[in-house]
């Protein structure tokens, strides 16, 4: 099997490796030295249901036939994922026939294999709608456009039975990508768990599941969304719930740092790049005090890699037009979105 797997591999990777040295992914790009058009984000500072909904909305005009709700459903008892109550407010007024859609873990923990993840899921309360595990019943593959390290992505199998997809991210750090936005939602989060997360963590034939790390890590990841995304086209849309932002991903569950960054709000947007860089605007625009441990961990792992490689393949613009929802719909900038943040207080809302 595992000679199988190896063959695989190297039919869908771009064989011989980069040849030019990636841009540091350590190294912030203030707005003013960007270039190219902007794109539009929504923004409110409204942490709830409501606030969910009225965020979705602005963006959900090509959201049609069977839709899928990508989100990190989290491990056991997890307390930092979004709260199922504004998830279930948000399918029963807009999404009512919707499926949340889930992979297996590549990690072996709570979500490893399809039953432990749908014991997760109980204990979680994502019981009020459908939960497609999505590479429980195989994989299948996605082209990637432009890419230097994969020709094709290998994903769940029953991804490629939707028509529209809907990611619902909350934005948090991330042990090894830095910081979790919208594309590591999708390029980790709809890559199969046996296959294709393999590819974007481990060297074949390494004996270190986590080898692959820093621009490298970071563009594999890009790659495995833009498969995604490519396969859906217009009809995908972003939302980024800036709320209980730990340094650690979900996926550390109850092992999560504490939470040390004052929540935001919400944003939404129907360009991937332009979302998760307003979210790290905003981080960036925050105090020291405020944005120190975030910062710290997005630095060390080179994960604005991230946003200059998405601008790289021509996944959406790093420049955009801030929309506050909360005061008739001006322009407003990341500076403005951070200012006078309450400290986070812990089982706040």
């Known amino acids: 099997?595992?000679?199988?797997?190896?063959?695989?591999?190297?039919?869908?990777?771009?064989?011989?490796?980069?040849?030019?040295?990636?841009?540091?992914?350590?190294?912030?790009?203030?707005?003013?030295?960007?270039?190219?058009?902007?794109?539009?984000?929504?923004?409110?500072?409204n942490l709830s249901a409501e606030g969910l909904i009225q965020a979705y909305e602005q963006v959900n005009g090509k959201i049609s036939g069977r839709v899928g709700v990508k989100l990190h459903t989290g491990e056991q008892n997890g307390p930092n994922i979004i709260p199922r109550e504004w998830v279930k407010a948000l399918l029963e007024k807009d999404l009512p026939d919707a499926t949340i859609i889930e992979t297996n873990t590549y990690y072996e923990g709570d979500r490893y294999t399809t039953e432990l993840h749908r014991k997760t899921l109980e204990v979680n309360g994502w019981?009020?709608?459908?939960?497609?595990?999505?590479?429980?019943?195989?994989?299948?593959?996605?082209?990637?456009?432009?890419?230097?390290?994969?020709?094709?992505?290998?994903?769940?199998?029953?991804?490629?039975?939707?028509?529209?997809?809907?990611?619902?991210?909350?934005?948090?750090?991330?042990?090894?990508?830095?910081?979790?936005?919208?594309?590591?939602?999708?390029?980790?989060?709809?890559?199969?768990?046996?296959?294709?997360?393999?590819?974007?963590?481990?060297?074949?034939?390494?004996?270190?599941?986590?080898?692959?790390?820093?621009?490298?890590?970071?563009?594999?990841?890009?790659?495995?969304t833009k498969a995604t995304i490519s396969h859906f086209g217009d009809k995908v849309t972003y939302v980024n719930v800036m709320r209980n932002m730990s340094v650690s991903c979900d996926c550390e569950g109850l092992a999560a740092e504490p939470v040390v960054t004052p929540d935001v709000g919400i944003l939404s947007s129907l360009d991937i790049l332009a979302i998760d860089q307003a979210c790290v605007d905003i981080i960036y625009a925050m105090t020291e005090e405020e944005h120190h441990d975030m910062l710290e961990r997005i630095e060390t792992r080179h994960g604005l890699r991230q946003l200059s490689y998405m601008k790289e393949l021509g996944m959406g613009n790093d420049r955009y037009i801030l929309i506050d929802l909360d005061n008739g719909g001006v322009r407003i900038t990341a500076q403005d979105a951070a200012k006078d943040l309450k400290p986070f207080v812990t089982g706040g809302e």
Not at 132 to 156: C, H, N, Q, R, Y
Not at 159 to 179: I, R, S, W
Not at 182 to 195: E, F, L, P, T, V
Request: net charge negative; hydrophobic share 35%.
């Open 127 to 224: 019981t009020f709608a459908p939960v497609d595990i999505m590479d429980e019943d195989g994989v299948a593959t996605l082209p990637v456009e432009g890419g230097k390290w994969f020709k094709a992505m290998s994903v769940g199998k029953n991804l490629l039975n939707y028509d529209a997809l809907v990611t619902l991210t909350h934005f948090k750090g991330h042990t090894q990508g830095g910081f979790g936005g919208s594309n590591k939602n999708i390029g980790i989060g709809c890559a199969d768990g046996r296959i294709g997360k393999s590819w974007i963590h481990t060297t074949p034939g390494s004996d270190d599941q986590w080898n692959i790390a820093e621009e490298e890590f970071m563009e594999r990841m890009t790659e495995s």
């Open 1 to 45: 099997m595992k000679k199988k797997l190896l063959l695989l591999m190297c039919i869908l990777t771009a064989c011989g490796g980069p040849q030019t040295q990636a841009p540091d992914g350590s190294k912030y790009l203030p707005y003013d030295q960007r270039t190219g058009a902007e794109s539009i984000v929504y923004f409110t500072r």
